[in-house]
């Protein structure tokens, strides 16, 4: 008489499926060899290629650190266009020649705002626009400057409603700058001039909330008077 079969237990079940199923995945490998040869030559490409590109940008970026600590002493003297073109002839490179070859590295984003900088202390308002507005980096003070130059062209361009814009992005973009009451203020001023009175009052009102001890508060608070009248 054949004995009854024994009852598996839990445990050795679970032994048989991971055996069954280590056989069936080695019969996938075994079957798609080529394939699977492709697709692991191809992930090892493209880290390799991440890889390589990462090391580039840092070699690329430290050359830019370097040829920006050369000229910056210039920007920093006020001696502007010697800033922007550099002197060649010392092997001492400008900040265009850093923002034309290493501008999307951190370094070169740098060079970019100063390079804006430079042109607008010099009044050329076009070129310091394009950079302005050419600024990308990572730094949220630069980044709110940026936009505060912008704001400032576009006043003195006489385009008030871009300039208010402009301004508060500036604000907007860095809430812990300490220059956010100013730009603020600049904003607000710059509506009021576009005949956006309600921009403006809106803005003066959020100074006065918000920024009590802001150095032209009595002024805002004069605006704020007229405005409602």
């Known amino acids: 008489m054949l ?22 995945a080695r019969e996938f490998v075994e079957k798609n060899k080529k394939i699977l040869s492709y697709i692991l030559t191809g992930v090892i490409i493209i880290v390799a290629g991440i890889i390589i590109y990462r090391n580039n940008v840092k070699a690329e970026n430290e ?21 922007i073109d550099g002197i060649p002839q010392r092997n001492i490179q400008g900040l265009k020649y ?34 302005f507005k050419k600024y990308d980096g990572n730094d949220k003070l630069l980044f709110s400057a940026s936009l505060a130059g912008i704001a ?10 871009k300039a208010g814009e402009y301004f508060e992005k500036a604000a907007q973009r860095f809430r812990e700058n300490i220059l956010v009451p100013e730009y603020l ?45």
Do not use: C, H, W
Not at 5 to 11: A, E, S, V, W, Y
């Open 63 to 83: 050359r830019a650190e370097a040829l920006l600590s050369k000229i910056i002493g210039y920007y920093d003297n006020g001696d502007y266009k010697t800033a």
């Open 152 to 161: 400032s062209i576009y006043e003195i361009k006489g385009e008030y409603k």
């Open 185 to 229: 203020y600049n904003a607000a001023r710059n509506y009021k001039l576009a005949g956006e009175k309600e921009k403006a009052l809106r803005l003066y009102e959020r100074i006065k909330k918000d920024y009590p001890n802001f150095a032209k508060i009595r002024d805002v608070e004069i605006y704020i008077a007229s405005l409602k009248d």
């Open 3 to 24: 004995k009854p079969r024994k009852k598996l237990k839990k445990q050795e079940l679970k032994e048989d499926k991971l055996v069954l199923t280590y056989y069936k």
């Open 98 to 131: 850093i923002v034309e070859n290493y501008g999307g590295t951190d370094a070169g984003e740098i060079a970019t705002y100063y390079l804006a900088s430079a042109y607008f202390m010099l009044g050329d308002y076009d070129n310091a626009l394009k950079y």
